[in-house]
Nanobody, 125 residues
């Protein structure tokens, strides 16, 4: 059974930092792109960052470039999202997903095979 478990969400003040984790199990980690997505109340889900399968090229949405960094620990089958200089508009439920043989299109969520349950991030001013 494939499982993706997010952790690390919480409440933080503007300008603060959080690190989200996406621990995966039940899949061949190198075969999957792992992406982070978020959904705020009343808004559509949007791609935040992803790391492609194989080579591990990273992609970030323009709204988070320079502030968020995605990385992976292949030994732990875990992907991290380091979020710095957080803003109120970053408030959302953050989900990680797994896309088999995902490449540069991994920033788009429609094709993902598996999803985690989500973790809430709240940025307060």
């Amino acid at each position: 059974e494939v499982q993706l478990v997010e952790s690390g969400g919480g409440w933080v003040q503007v300008g603060g930092s959080l690190r989200l984790s996406c621990a995966t199990s039940g899949l061949t980690f190198d075969d999957y792109a792992i992406g982070w997505f978020r959904q705020a109340p009343g808004k559509e889900r949007e791609g935040v960052s992803c790391i492609s399968s194989g080579v591990g090229t990273t992609y970030h949405a323009d709204s988070v470039k320079g502030r968020f960094t995605i990385s992976s620990d292949n030994a732990r089958n875990t992907v991290y999202l380091q979020m710095n200089n957080l803003k109120p508009e970053d408030t959302a439920v953050y989900y990680c997903g797994a896309l088999k043989y995902g490449g540069s299109w991994c920033i788009k969520g429609a094709l993902y095979d598996y999803w985690g349950q989500g973790t809430q991030v709240t940025v307060s001013s």
